[in-house]
């Protein structure tokens, strides 16, 4: 919602609007533009001569402010709907869809469309840092966006992605989650096929061959032409094979043909199936492979995407996303791939709905097991043991009720030479700023 508004600015919108326990980047982002965001949801945040209210699908019957547009029969829309009749109307539309690395994966085919100069708009789910906002127009036909299976609005209960109708369309991976709108991974993959009948015939579907799920979406009916990656087998169309343990060196296969090598500063399976997604989308939109990995060591991934803090007396502090327990596996052993032999911290908040019903508590000690110590903030409200949760990890795993508990813990027991990964989809209490200013303290402190 905090890049439709930034999309809406740009052309030309008085733009305000409302959240609840707003948080950086998107609340500094949206404040260096000159948009207006208010905390909470008052029904005295909607302007006098108010033409239109664009809706997230955060918001449900209920909610004051959404009362107060129902009551006054104020003009309101989806952001989806909004974004597709205003923005992504007679544009070459690229989505990238797919549970895991689709704020990656679109910043990376943003960048190579730029670096193409293709000067593409872009709607990204976080802020890449190559563009330093998450939203633009841009002055070229391309538009590349994220494109979420989520639930669309309280009126409207279709995937956002429905609404996008790409030219292109990258199925990067496909698992259960949002367990809070979906009751099994089928119905997850039936929204995938809603997207995949919107692709023209003409156009292209770039699909995840090393995925069942994927195989299974397009086992319901498939109209467009198809182009498949995989980091499993060379005989498929696209073929990554990492160079060095962590993938921050890798070398690109098509159609069984060298295309030459990359050198990069992201590490980790999951990036090298990113980049290669994002690769073979370029392809099909017309920019030669190489062009596209010429682009990759200039890319720079978004924000809370591994993004690496600071380093204080030796210590490497990380930020990221990750909150589904896939998504934690693999960031983590691309940590322990990157700094192998260093004690690693893991600190977890599980704040996503799915998260917080429980419904895949089963799988974190599996997913945290790679870590040497595992720290999670479990608040009063969660609904699942967080210590049984994390049985299997035994004396490894601490768990505390409030934030500032779980940092003076942290904090006494990290030491030099160590590596300290945060996660979270959330502000996670500013515990990451926190943790670095209180770091940086100490050490002038001992100097």
């Known amino acids: 919602?905090?890049?439709?508004?930034?999309?809406?600015?740009?052309?030309?919108?008085?733009?305000?609007?409302?959240?609840?326990?707003?948080?950086?980047?998107?609340?500094?982002?949206?404040?260096?533009?000159?948009?207006?965001?208010?905390?909470?949801?008052?029904?005295?945040?909607?302007?006098?001569?108010?033409?239109?209210?664009?809706?997230?699908?955060?918001?449900?019957?209920?909610?004051?402010?959404?009362?107060?547009?129902?009551?006054?029969?104020?003009?309101?829309?989806?952001?989806?709907?909004?974004?597709?009749?205003?923005?992504?109307?007679?544009?070459?539309?690229?989505?990238?869809?797919?549970?895991?690395?689709?704020?990656?994966?679109?910043?990376?085919?943003?960048?190579?469309?730029?670096?193409?100069?293709?000067?593409?708009?872009?709607?990204?789910?976080?802020?890449?840092?190559?563009?330093?906002?998450?939203?633009?127009?841009?002055?070229?036909?391309?538009?590349?966006?994220?494109?979420?299976?989520?639930?669309?609005?309280?009126?409207?209960?279709?995937?956002?992605?429905?609404?996008?109708?790409?030219?292109?369309?990258?199925?990067?991976?496909l698992e259960f989650d949002h367990a809070d709108i979906f009751p099994d991974v089928e119905a997850i993959e039936r929204q995938f096929h809603h997207l995949v009948r919107t692709i023209p015939s003409q156009g292209w579907l770039i699909v995840n061959a090393d995925d069942l799920h994927i195989a299974r979406v397009l086992q319901q009916g498939c109209y467009s032409q198809v182009s498949q990656f995989s980091l499993k087998d060379a005989a498929i169309d696209w073929f990554c094979k990492p160079v060095n343990p962590d993938g921050s060196h890798f070398e690109v296969f098509y159609k069984q043909q060298s295309q030459g090598q990359v050198r990069w500063g992201l590490v980790g399976q999951h990036n090298l199936a990113n980049a290669l997604a994002a690769i073979a989308a370029a392809h099909a939109y017309g920019i030669a492979a190489q062009h596209s990995m010429a682009a990759l060591p200039g890319f720079l991934p978004p924000k809370r995407r591994l993004e690496h803090l600071a380093c204080v007396n030796g210590v490497d502090i990380f930020d990221d996303f990750a909150h589904h327990p896939t998504a934690i596996k693999t960031t983590l052993l691309a940590v322990r791939a990157r700094y192998p032999g260093r004690t690693l911290h893991a600190v977890l908040e599980p704040r996503s709905n799915t998260m917080r019903l429980g419904v895949m508590s089963h799988a974190l000690g599996d997913s945290l097991s790679s870590a040497d110590q595992v720290w999670m903030l479990a608040k009063p409200e969660l609904r699942w043991d967080a210590a049984r949760a994390l049985g299997q990890l035994e004396q490894r795993a601490h768990v505390y009720q409030s934030t500032a508990a779980l940092l003076a813990a942290l904090a006494g027991e990290v030491k030099p030479g160590a590596v300290v990964l945060f996660m979270s989809n959330g502000g996670f209490d500013g515990i990451q700023a926190a943790f670095v200013a209180q770091s940086q303290a100490a050490t002038s402190n001992d100097s």
């Open 1 to 173: 919602m905090g890049g439709l508004a930034v999309l809406a600015r740009e052309q030309g919108y008085g733009v305000s609007g409302s959240d609840q326990n707003v948080y950086p980047p998107m609340s500094t982002q949206l404040q260096a533009l000159g948009i207006a965001l208010e905390q909470g949801y008052l029904p005295s945040h909607l302007r006098a001569g108010l033409d239109l209210a664009v809706i997230g699908n955060a918001l449900s019957r209920g909610n004051p402010l959404i009362e107060a547009v129902l009551n006054e029969r104020i003009p309101y829309v989806s952001g989806p709907q909004w974004l597709a009749e205003h923005v992504l109307v007679k544009r070459d539309v690229l989505a990238v869809a797919g549970t895991h690395g689709k704020t990656t994966t679109t910043s990376i085919l943003a960048w190579i469309l730029q670096s193409a100069g293709a000067q593409p708009g872009f709607l990204v789910g976080g802020v890449p840092q190559n563009f330093g906002v998450s939203a633009r127009l841009g002055k070229g036909r391309a538009f590349v966006i994220e494109a979420d299976e989520y639930d669309t609005a309280f009126f409207d209960k279709r995937s956002k992605f429905v609404h996008y109708r790409p030219n292109i369309a990258i199925l990067n991976n």
